[in-house]
């Protein structure tokens, strides 16, 4: 009788599941897929993600029209998937700049008005590394070659979001590392920067005395 009983029990959470997927619509389970992919990411590991669930990701942060004509065509035949406004700090100095992250089908654009920046290729992308805490930063990793100025350090108000639509796209979700206390970043012409996190009563982001980048 045992036997049975759980056998039905079962087959009825199994047809509920089945209602429920046929129920989804196609925004639906897109939605879900690229949770399931951000709590693979960063559950448990990242200040904030408990607070992100509730909040639906967006297809995309800017439409293709609010890019800059020169740049549209400069990439013309690359499918956009998702734009968003984003601060990038100098590898050198650390100083900030406005700027977009464009992602395509094939790569991920930095975006200064009508000028590309830098161009990733994602089947050249090393990693994409965050921190434990609740910033918004992220760097992505590039190869030590002649076409990269050296690593990319982003600041995004929607880190999840953002983190999430990159490794997907990029297929490279085994890549992404989330970091306590201090992450290395490659400069340029063999050079490496550190930087540093630390919690604090207000977020800020600068050079400190050593030289590092502190995010707080």
Do not use: W
Not at 33 to 38: D, L, S, Y
Not at 47 to 70: A, I, M, V
Not at 160 to 180: D, G, M, P, R
């Amino acid at each position: 009788l045992m036997q049975t009983s759980e056998m039905l029990r079962k087959i009825c959470v199994r047809n509920l599941v089945r209602k429920y997927c046929r129920g989804l619509t196609a925004e639906r389970k897109v939605q879900l897929q690229q949770k399931v992919v951000t709590s693979a990411v960063f559950s448990g590991k990242k200040e904030g993600y408990l607070e992100s669930l509730s909040q639906p990701f967006l297809d995309t942060r800017l439409k293709e029209n609010d890019l800059n004509p020169k740049v549209l065509q400069l990439i013309r035949g690359e499918n956009i998937k998702y734009v968003t406004p984003v601060i990038k700090y100098d590898r050198n100095g650390f100083k900030a700049r406005e700027r977009l992250l464009v992602l395509t089908q094939s790569s991920a654009y930095v975006v200064e008005m009508a000028k590309i920046k830098q161009k990733i290729e994602y089947s050249t992308l090393k990693g994409i590394s965050t921190s434990n805490l609740s910033d918004g930063i992220v760097v992505i990793h590039v190869p030590e070659d002649k076409q990269q100025k050296g690593d990319v350090i982003l600041q995004c108000e929607h880190i999840f979001e953002t983190v999430t639509k990159l490794c997907i796209l990029a297929n490279k979700q085994s890549l992404v590392k989330v970091v306590k206390g201090s992450l290395r970043f490659r400069v340029g012409s063999g050079k490496e920067g550190t930087m540093v996190f630390a919690a604090g009563p207000e977020p800020q982001v600068f050079k400190d005395k050593t030289g590092q980048l502190t995010v707080v």
